[in-house]
């Protein structure tokens, strides 16, 4: 479920969504200053669902999606991340938020959805502007390891389904050799 304007009440100290109108065009900001690799939030209050586009990918599997059921949600995808979504841990209760550069208060929270996602539910057109934007935003199977590797962060699970895939594209060229 996503938080809605009505009665609005943030989630998370430090955060605050911006509502816009249209759909899909609000997002999470903050509302104070953050150091580089900052604890920003615990990835608490999460459940297993479908992979949707409110979902987060928590694994290598066809079920390893989560909802967020808090503000987090609003956060948008950037191809020039300031934020990083480490569910690295095997225990989820170390699963959080922190941040990859120095964040202004005000400045929008932006992560790089292939970071996480390995295959979209709904994948869009990228409006982040940054050099390095990707175009559009399908998840890591759709992307190289060097288009992965330069954005600061991307979880081990999303690293291994990568290494899975090019082996057996290797394989298949080899064969053709
Ligand atoms: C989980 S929502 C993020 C919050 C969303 N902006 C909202 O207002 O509900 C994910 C959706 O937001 C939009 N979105 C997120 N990042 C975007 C970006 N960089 N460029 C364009 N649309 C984006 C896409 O429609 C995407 O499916």
């Not at 955060?15 to 999470?28: C, E, I, N, Q």
């Not at 934020?83 to 790089?112: C, M, Q, V, Y």
Request: hydrophobic share 30%; proline share 8%.
């Amino acid at each position: 479920m996503k938080p809605t304007q009505e009665n609005y009440v943030p989630t998370h100290q430090g955060l605050v969504v911006k509502f816009a109108p249209g759909d899909f065009r609000s997002a999470l900001v903050a509302t104070r200053a953050y150091q580089p690799g900052e604890l920003v939030a615990k990835l608490e209050g999460l459940t297993k669902g479908p992979k949707r586009y409110t979902s987060v990918q928590c694994g290598p599997g066809p079920e390893d999606h989560v909802e967020l059921n808090s503000d987090l949600v609003y956060i948008n995808h950037s191809c020039d991340p300031n934020i990083a979504f480490d569910l690295s841990s095997p225990d989820p209760s170390n699963w959080h938020l922190r941040t990859l550069r120095s964040i202004k208060s005000g400045e929008p929270l932006g992560f790089f959805y292939p970071s996480t996602e390995w295959d979209m539910d709904q994948p869009f057109k990228c409006e982040c502007g940054s050099k390095s934007c990707v175009g559009t935003v399908k998840g890591a199977k759709h992307l190289s390891l060097r288009q992965l590797a330069s954005r600061l962060w991307v979880n081990p699970y999303i690293l291994e389904l990568v290494s899975e895939r090019d082996i057996e594209k290797t394989g298949k060229l080899q064969a053709r050799l």
